[in-house]
């Protein structure tokens, strides 16, 4: 009796042996998906350029995300645009994420059309000033860096220098948003590249002097991990930052409230003689385009 019993115990503990606990699963692959805010819009439609899938809008305020501005916004399905004229009043949904933004679901409202552009509100003094060319000596001007300290572009001639324009209070991740972006990417590229050249410089100007002081700057530039040896972030007397901005084709009209600014973009490369090497409308160039056009304008000759 005593040997059946071993043995019945012995079967069992081999059984127990052989017994694994079952292979844990694989967890199911989770694609992270990218962070969406939509909003219903209204507006008034001031341009319309099926072509490049665009629609201009005077647009009301959004409510904790965009004051009243007028602004380009990109459609997916040019169908959207059919049967809409320059006036009419519209809704629309607008989509942003961190590094992009659409409106769909245009609708007609029934409003008075508008038939002229809204008139500009206050007065600014300018500058007479001429248009800047590609091959045109770059025009001199002062401006104020994000540390407080004034200083001039002529500074500096011998480094390739890429300016762009914004500001800061800006949230549309296509435009403002988008400039400083490419331009941190632009700077990382070149600071990584072996056989860079190092006589290169960024500059992002802002045209709201009255909010971005120096310190919201530094904020700003900071938050854009930004190497101050090779960008910096400007201000100054909007006399100057209207006349360098119309020289080069930006164009800003804060709206009548006082608090949004509708602009179009502009990113100016300037090679080492101070010569406009290239002037870049809108928002379609690539950061890799732009590091192809310093790598050159570093390497300009007299």
């Known amino acids: 009796m005593l040997r059946t019993l071993l043995l019945l115990m012995a079967i069992t503990c081999v059984s127990c042996a052989q017994q694994s606990p079952p292979a844990a699963q694989p967890a199911?692959?989770?694609?992270?998906?990218?962070?969406?805010?939509?909003?219903?819009?209204?507006?008034?439609?001031?341009?319309?350029t099926p072509a490049?899938?665009?629609?201009?809008?005077?647009?009301?305020?959004?409510?904790?995300?965009?004051?009243?501005?007028?602004?380009?916004?990109?459609?997916?399905?040019?169908?959207?645009?059919?049967?809409?004229?320059?006036?009419?009043?519209?809704t629309f949904r607008m989509t942003v994420t961190e590094?992009?933004?659409w409106i769909d679901q245009l609708k007609k409202v029934s409003a008075p059309r508008i038939t002229a552009l809204p008139k500009v509100p206050g007065l600014r003094f300018v500058r007479d000033v001429e248009p800047l060319n590609v091959?045109?000596?770059?025009?001199?001007?002062?401006?104020?860096?994000q540390l407080g300290q004034p200083f001039k572009l002529s500074e500096f001639r011998g480094q390739a220098l890429a300016f762009t324009f914004v500001f800061t209070r800006c949230p549309y991740p296509t435009f403002c948003p988008l400039m400083s972006n490419n331009f941190r990417q632009v700077q990382d590229a070149l600071l990584k590249q072996p056989n860079a050249p190092t006589n290169w410089h960024l500059l992002t100007l802002s045209f709201d002097p009255d909010w971005d002081s120096p310190a919201r700057l530094k904020a700003y530039a900071e938050g854009m991990r930004h190497d101050p040896k090779h960008w910096t972030?400007?201000?100054?007397?909007?006399?100057?930052?209207?006349?360098?901005?119309?020289?080069?084709g930006e164009v800003f009209v804060?709206?009548?409230?006082g608090t949004g600014i509708s602009h179009n973009l502009r990113t100016v490369v300037v090679d080492a003689q101070g010569r406009v090497q290239k002037i870049i409308a809108e928002n379609k160039w690539t950061p890799e385009e732009l590091v192809a056009e310093l790598r050159r304008a570093a390497a300009a000759k007299p």
């Open 28 to 48: 199911a692959e989770i694609t992270p998906q990218p962070t969406q805010q939509v909003f219903q819009v209204k507006g008034t439609i001031v341009e319309l």
């Open 52 to 90: 490049e899938k665009s629609v201009r809008i005077q647009h009301e305020e959004i409510p904790g995300y965009m004051p009243a501005m007028t602004m380009p916004f990109e459609v997916r399905d040019t169908n959207e645009l059919a049967g809409l004229e320059i006036g009419d009043a519209v």
């Open 99 to 101: 590094n992009d933004g």
């Open 135 to 145: 091959g045109d000596a770059m025009t001199d001007y002062r401006f104020t860096n």
């Open 233 to 248: 972030f400007a201000t100054g007397d909007l006399t100057d930052i209207t006349a360098i901005a119309e020289q080069v």
């Open 254 to 257: 804060r709206d009548a409230d």
